[in-house]
């Protein structure tokens, strides 16, 4: 595994990719600083790294467009498949490469609240959670990164999509107000995230019979839920994308609050999103 | 050392692979031997763990390639159709990631990179980017990979592919070493590769497996007759009567053909060249021959007709993993790969068509003028 993630850390700095990302990220949250704590005189540095995260829509992509793609091109993945390795060894592998790339202009980062300390009262305690929230996000979003990666041959399909899914994320509790809250709104959502679950099953098993099963049982489930209590029903799809917003869970943190469950959740979506790169590694051998 | 039980691979509705088996004996070279598509590179991806099978069982050294896949494929060095190489990187940079991820460590790690790149003739290109090395060179950086943990199996997916002749000749001598002391399966659709280097040989065609033998009782039991086709005008018991008694004959079939001619097919042990006798015995008997064709059978008349279209009648297209080849033609002539020449040997050449280019100009003005003189 050590050979994989020395190999991988020194593409990424060989290759560009991760030098561009440190360079913008740390050009980028300075500029924030300056402007923010310097500048405009504001004591909080959880603001500043908190407005600094919508920097990972662009930097994100750079570093993890061609972590996987870039090996199904090349067809470099079939000595991948034949080292005696486990295929979650070797996307760990990957990943913890990448994370440690992000890690290094979280470093950096780490000593603003210091110079900024010699100006004034900085709340430091605050501003290092802050920090670690940043650097957990940045994992969560590489670990979704990889995964986009890891479904196309292409960098360029993985850097747009995973830009895309990004600035989703990003504006996800925007969108989610737009979205109608009522009880029959929402069961419409639920039938087409079916719809949209069975058209999954059918790309992937290639059988129609199970597709359509697999549909008809979950709108039936979902309609029965509705038939019992339609109350249940009442902004669960607002509640869902909101569920899903990443950035967002970085406002506590600006607050001063330490929220351990957005800790958790991306601790948990970078879990999920490394065990589905690794299952898609392993379909293309069933393929 | 390596048992397939009835492989089987199928992409969608496509059968790749029908149901192969074979089992490899420690310390011989195996030949896999077919035209393009017909399934060399899934089964051999399939042994390695790159592919899964729909269907079958695979063991290597006793262990299964799925329950214990890391058992396997340590036992196995393996150059895939694409050698898969890293371009931004150095042989030696290369070579080393590969080793260590194979397990290998300091001394030995570096032992072994010295040695392979002693083996395959590295040596100066070691430092160089892989980008920047001709298709011979990546192939060997891509051989030496397979060979650097000194494996037990060595599978080597058409290895001389893209090689100038003074390469392919080294690289089937780097093989035949090999094969003193290693296992080593390698496919190809050149026949005479595999005649050269394997002592094993196992033709497949359209995802089946249609022989195997070792290279001696192929060639012993398909080359062991010539054939002579002759279109005579005479009478089919004095036909018999006339060719009987050459000394070589094995079998004598007769056909009437219309006009009152006959077409004889005479079969002979492969040392008895028959001809002129043939020719004799029918002066004498005055029995005119119209045509004589002989016709001699080599291991190649053998592939051909083995994986032939005759033999099945279903089309095989290449795989979507492999490489985009998919002509499909059954017919394999041996020598029909010329090797690219090496990219380093074009600048040598350059001023040929510069040369000519200029003659050609000066010539231009005037068809009759002679260059010189005049």
Redesign the interface.
Known sequence: M???Y??EL??HL??MTGAIVVAFLLLMVGIYTIVYNLRGMYPSFETTVSAASFLYVLAIPVLTMRSVAEEKH??????L??????MTQIVLAKYFAMVTILAIPCGVICFYPLILGSFGNVRYTTAYAMILAFFLLGAALIAIGMFLSSLTESQVIAAVVCLAVLLLLNFMSGLATLIPASAPASLAGFLILALLAAVIVRIMT?NTTVAVSVGVILAAAMVLVYAIDASLYENAVPRLLSATALFERLNPFAQGLFDVTALVCYLSTAALFVFLTVQSMEKK??? | MIEVKNLVKRYGDFEAVRGVSFTVQKGMIYGFLGPNGAGKSTTMNIITGTLAATEGEVTVNGCDIYEDPIGAKSAIGYLPEQPPLYPDMTPEEYLAFVGEARGLRGDELWRAIDRVVEKTGLGEYANRLIKNLSKGYRQRVGIAQAILTDPEIIILDEPTVGLDPRQIIEIRELIRQLGRDHTVILSSHILTEISAVCDYVIIIARGKIVASDTLENLTKQYEGKNYIDLTVRGEEASVRRAVESIPGVEEISVDPKPLGLLHVRIATDSSADIREDVFFRFADAKMPILSMEYEEVTLEKVFLELTGEKADSQPAVEPPVNAPQAEETGEVPAEEETPAPEPEAIPAEEPAPAKQQKAKKSGDDDDYTPLFGG
Do not use: I
Not at chain 1, 74 to 79: E, I, R, Y
């Open positions: 050590s050979a994989v020395k190999k020194r593409t060989n290759g090349t067809k470099t993945d079939q000595l498949y034949s080292l005696p390795m486990s290639k051998r069933w393929n």
